[in-house]
């Protein structure tokens, strides 16, 4: 059933007001504080309209309505005003990635630490490898007789240093040709072409051999992994809203931030199409809790996906003031890394 302009108008203001005072919303509250021209018996008439529909329950029945999983689902949707970031926030943003705008890694956590302090949530990242992210620049160094450092820098100024084996018999001239046989073969290439011409490349690697095969490895191993990918900030902000009073929510919770596995499967996706996407409740048959919302961002710079990140929090979550802030975080970021800013 299509809701009536005044239902929706009244249900937006029954979810920003339980958003905000966490208490639920009586039709006295709403006629006093928001609808002086509407007499509380009609407004009332229209809450119970809402909870037929599905929209909003009762705990008790001499009590305010608190909306439902489908009042949300339909707020973020359709009814949810946009708000903007003041200047002193987006000025905190900035202030986050201005001294390490080389270091994708760095970047990386700040955005999350920034996202946690102006949300006042817990914050999540996860950061893609990508199989388009080109190489720019990768070296191998000596790091003992049968070990050395290998040092990749891609496009993204995204910097990963592994250790990989190397015959204790090689010499340190012998190292640097290696280097500049990578370099000639490798750079400029992204790296689900070097993965597909792998075999091919190998051909003209016979005399290094295992330092290629290493390198490959080290590769692979990078764009499979995910676990390690996720960072998360302000775990312990989920017991400043009331609802996680309760000990059985917090455990559904911790058992969610908790894992990382978990956490990656939450925030993974493989579109790269998504800027905003909110999942409420268990709605997805994941390991999100029935009882809390996940909103994430995805982010690119130069065309090439380089994160997700997001929010973790209760339902009655400050929808408003998370995705102006996860979108504020994207602008900036793709600015920084695109060198725009």
């Known amino acids: 059933m299509k809701l009536s302009d005044r239902k929706r108008k009244i249900l937006q203001l029954v979810v920003d007001d339980y958003i905000t005072t966490a208490q639920p919303v009586s039709s006295k509250s709403i006629t006093e504080k928001y609808l002086t021209n509407l007499s509380s018996a009609t407004v009332r008439s229209e809450l119970a309209g809402l909870e037929e529909m599905g929209f909003l329950t009762q705990l008790h029945t001499s009590s305010g309505r608190v909306p439902s999983v489908e009042a949300y689902k339909l707020y973020v949707a359709e009814l949810m005003d946009k708000s903007k970031l003041t200047t002193k926030e987006l000025s905190v943003i900035k202030s986050a990635f201005k001294d390490h705008a080389d270091n994708l890694e760095t970047v990386v956590q700040n955005a999350v630490k920034v996202i946690s302090d102006l949300t006042d949530y817990t914050s999540v990242g996860y950061t893609s490898h990508s199989e388009k992210d080109k190489i720019l620049k990768i070296d191998i160094f000596r790091y003992k007789k049968n070990q050395a450092l290998l040092l990749i820098v891609t496009e993204n100024t995204l910097i990963r240093d592994k250790f990989i084996n190397i015959p204790e018999s090689m010499t340190d001239a012998q190292i640097s040709e290696a280097s500049n046989m990578l370099y000639k073969l490798l750079?400029?290439?992204?790296?689900?072409?070097?993965?597909?011409?792998?075999?091919?490349?190998?051909?003209?690697?016979?005399?290094?051999?295992?330092?290629?095969?290493?390198?490959?490895?080290?590769?692979?191993?990078?764009?499979?992994?995910?676990?390690?990918?996720?960072?998360?900030?302000?775990?312990?902000?989920?017991?400043?809203?009331?609802?996680?009073?309760?000990?059985?929510?917090?455990?559904?919770?911790?058992?969610?931030?908790?894992?990382?596995?978990?956490?990656?499967?939450?925030?993974?996706?493989?579109?790269?199409?998504?800027?905003?996407?909110?999942?409420?409740?268990?709605?997805?048959?994941?390991?999100?809790?029935?009882?809390?919302?996940?909103?994430?961002?995805?982010?690119?710079a130069s065309g090439v996906k380089i994160g997700t990140y997001g929010v973790i929090g209760p339902l009655r979550m400050d929808y408003q003031k998370v995705v102006s802030v996860l979108e504020g975080v994207g602008k900036i970021l793709e600015d920084i890394l695109t060198n725009k800013d």
């Open 187 to 300: 750079v400029g290439k992204e790296f689900g072409e070097i993965i597909k011409l792998g075999s091919v490349v190998a051909e003209e690697f016979q005399t290094y051999r295992e330092i290629f095969d290493s390198v490959m490895s080290a590769i692979e191993d990078y764009l499979s992994q995910k676990h390690h990918s996720v960072i998360m900030e302000g775990e312990g902000k989920i017991l400043n809203h009331p609802e996680y009073n309760d000990s059985e929510k917090v455990k559904n919770f911790l058992s969610v931030v908790t894992s990382k596995n978990k956490l990656a499967g939450l925030l993974s996706n493989e579109s790269d199409n998504i800027e905003i996407n909110i999942k409420i409740g268990g709605e997805d048959g994941k390991e999100m809790p029935n009882d809390c919302s996940l909103v994430t961002a995805t982010y690119s």
